[in-house]
């Protein structure tokens, strides 16, 4: 397996499929997501160029943040929020793609108020609404971000979303194009300035880049296969 490859790989695909829509690369925020990757591996991508990471387990990502923290590495988090994590969170992240409740929102507002900088959200949107995953439906989203959008300590910067796992581009590209569209009726509805899709992983990315992303979170393409635990 070799991180430099895979990284310089994933560029390129960036870079065709931004240009293939008259998009700039450099718009897209490649965002690598490292649940189960050791510091270690994480040091060695940050120093191949990625300064943006994406953990999903609190606990785990707080060892890897300490042991990293002489690295200016922006840390998402990207997972299932519980409530008694929300302290942690809100202090040792820049960003939090995955909210999904109301009550989250407030504590991470809440143990944000001594930080000078606001806390980056985004909304999660369960697009299909399946239930074995989270987020909210498209028409329960807009008292979510109503709410979060009056939060002192927080930004709402955008819309997240895990859409089922598609293999044809068409497919992919149409899911993502609701949550994109999403965003632009919020925008123009609500006055709101939202300015970030966080949407496309290893298999779907290049639709997602079509249809507007502007952070995608790599995994597999980055690090490798992820082993079956
Ligand atoms: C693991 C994960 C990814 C990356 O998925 P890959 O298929 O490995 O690219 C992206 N987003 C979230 C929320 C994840 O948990």
Redesign the pocket.
């Known amino acids: 397996m070799s991180l430099k490859i895979n990284i310089t790989q994933v560029r390129e695909q960036i870079t065709e499929a931004a240009l293939d829509c008259k998009r700039l690369p450099e718009d897209i925020c490649l965002l690598a ?1 490292s ?1 189960n990757q050791s510091p270690l591996m994480i040091e060695k991508a940050y120093f191949l160029g990625i300064a943006n990471f ?1 953990e ?1 387990y609190y606990q785990e990502a707080l060892l890897k943040i300490q042991k990293l923290h002489h690295l200016a590495i922006d840390w998402h988090f ?2 299932a929020i519980q409530r008694n994590k929300t302290a942690g969170i809100a202090q040792h992240f820049n960003w939090v ?2 909210i999904d409740r109301i009550k989250i929102a407030e504590h991470l507002n809440y143990y944000r108020r001594d930080n000078p900088q606001k806390l980056n959200v985004c909304v999660q949107i369960n697009l299909a609404n399946e239930h074995t995953k989270s987020g909210v439906s498209i028409e329960e989203a807009k008292d979510l971000v109503l709410t979060i959008n009056q939060l002192p300590h927080l930004k709402l910067r955008g819309l997240m979303s ?1 859409p089922k796992a598609e293999t044809q581009y068409e497919k992919q590209l149409s899911q993502f194009k609701k949550l994109q569209q999403t965003m632009s009726t919020f925008n123009k509805e609500l006055n709101f300035n939202l300015d970030t899709l966080s949407m496309g ?3 779907d990315f290049e639709s997602a880049i079509h249809a507007g992303a502007t952070i995608i ?5 980055i690090f490798g296969e ?1 082993q079956n635990k």
Do not use: D, Y
């Open positions: 997501a649940k994406g999903n990207i997972g793609h995955s895990i992983m290893s298999h979170r790599i995994g597999q393409a992820r």
